[in-house]
């Protein structure tokens, strides 16, 4: 009760004062990020590869690839990368037919070995498909069309900036490439391949997700959980005789609105947010409803081990007298949290020379638990994923290519 107590001190004192203000995302307009000078011509585009990367970048686009139809996609990066000279290990997810990319030097499969540093990026995209197109706007080309920015601009400007890394090495790099399914679904992909490689620790991940070009110093954790309530059902004009499981449910969400500016804060990543993102209940207009439900995502801002359960207590405080109301009433609310939680990720940003950002987003980082140093960078920014006008610049693909052979520089640097 003392905990419950404390928490809800800091609520009704969060009530009273000012409501905080909205963090500020990256921005939407595309901006000129430095290219970071190169040690040497390991991470400088030659002409040639520069081309290659629009290609291979309309190529990708122009491949429908909806989460749980990535199969079109995977089979054009496997035969794309095994042309490369890379191996290929095809990884299942789940019995779908569906399956992770991963590549890595054929020297390394000979000598039986994986590779230390995986370089990662994920295949699918959100519906509706849009084609590629491109378009000059005032002197400038652009790529538009679905998954341009999330993740098809990470991935083939990563295959372009690993392959010319591991060709400029006079020894074999440990380096691979690993390109997953399912990343907007829950991250399918990225935990059937963290189980398919449970017994293999990677000395550094380098993930690809749109970041304005800039390193990520961190990103929101995630805690997803489910209203459910049963009440009874009536006739409308006789409501005294049932029990709404809507009334409630509303009462739930208003409750958990009300919360949220007490939630944890950071200075990295300012406020926890949540989103009531689904409800569903009712049978129709005249019938007292039984059955209600919410689907709602709350965004941690902050990293410590015990985010997760901390918020958990204060939802469950919160919510105890609708609980207690529900149940005096014949009617039920249960809080249904999920099991796939994490805290804010803090994300290494120790490479001289790239800009640092944070970013609020969530990504698969979490679910490969098995990774050292963790980078996460791309061209463009989140605010235009997943939107009609999804799209960036050629300039921004080169920008994002040069800056991932940096980090690989950074990475290799004492080898």
Request: a negative charge.
């Amino acid at each position: 009760m003392a905990i419950i107590t404390s928490i809800l001190s800091v609520f009704f004192l969060a009530l009273i004062s000012a409501a905080p203000q909205a963090p500020v995302a990256l921005s939407a307009v595309s901006s000129a990020v430095p290219t970071p000078s190169a040690s040497n011509q390991s991470t400088t585009l030659t002409t040639k590869e520069i081309d290659e990367i629009f290609n291979l970048h309309e190529d990708l686009v122009n491949i429908p690839s909806i989460s749980n139809d990535e199969v079109k996609c995977a089979e054009f990066l496997s035969e794309y990368l095994t042309e490369l000279g890379y191996y290929v290990e095809k990884v299942p997810v789940g019995d779908t037919g569906t399956y992770d990319v991963f590549a890595y030097p054929q020297a390394l499969k000979d000598e039986g070995f994986w590779p230390e540093v995986l370089v990662t990026s994920h295949i699918d995209t959100v519906s509706p498909f849009y084609p590629f197109e491109r378009r000059e706007e005032n002197g400038t080309v652009y790529h538009y069309g679905r998954g341009t920015v999330d993740a098809k601009g990470p991935i083939a400007t990563m295959i372009i900036a690993t392959h010319k890394f591991a060709q400029s090495r006079t020894e074999t790099p440990s380096l691979g490439m690993l390109f997953v399914v399912g990343e907007e679904i829950g991250g399918t992909g990225m935990k059937a391949f963290a189980s398919y490689a449970q017994n293999t620790t990677f000395r550094a991940g380098v993930f690809g997700e749109p970041t304005q070009g800039k390193l990520a110093s961190g990103h929101k954790g995630s805690l997803r959980l489910v209203f459910e309530v049963k009440g009874k059902s009536a006739h409308s004009e006789y409501p005294w005789l049932g029990v709404s499981a809507i009334n409630y449910l509303a009462e739930a969400i208003v409750a958990l609105n009300m919360l949220e500016p007490a939630l944890p804060r950071s200075e990295l990543l300012d406020a926890t947010t949540l989103n009531v993102g689904l409800i569903a209940g009712g049978l129709a207009g005249n019938v007292v409803p039984d059955i209600a439900n919410a689907s709602i995502v709350v965004r941690i801002a902050r990293s410590e081990d015990d985010a997760v359960s901390v918020v958990q207590d204060m939802i469950s405080g919160i919510l105890s007298p609708v609980v207690a109301r529900a149940g005096a009433a014949n009617a039920t609310l249960d809080i249904v949290f999920s099991n796939t939680t994490y805290p804010a990720p803090i994300l290494d940003t120790d490479v001289e020379g790239l800009e640092v950002a944070h970013v609020f987003f969530r990504t698969d980082i979490p679910s490969l638990t098995q990774v050292g140093k963790r980078y996460l960078l791309g061209p463009r920014t989140i605010e235009v994923a997943h939107t009609p006008v999804e799209g960036l610049s050629q300039e921004e693909l080169v920008q994002a290519a040069e800056a991932y052979g940096f980090i690989l520089e950074s990475l290799f640097a004492r080898e």
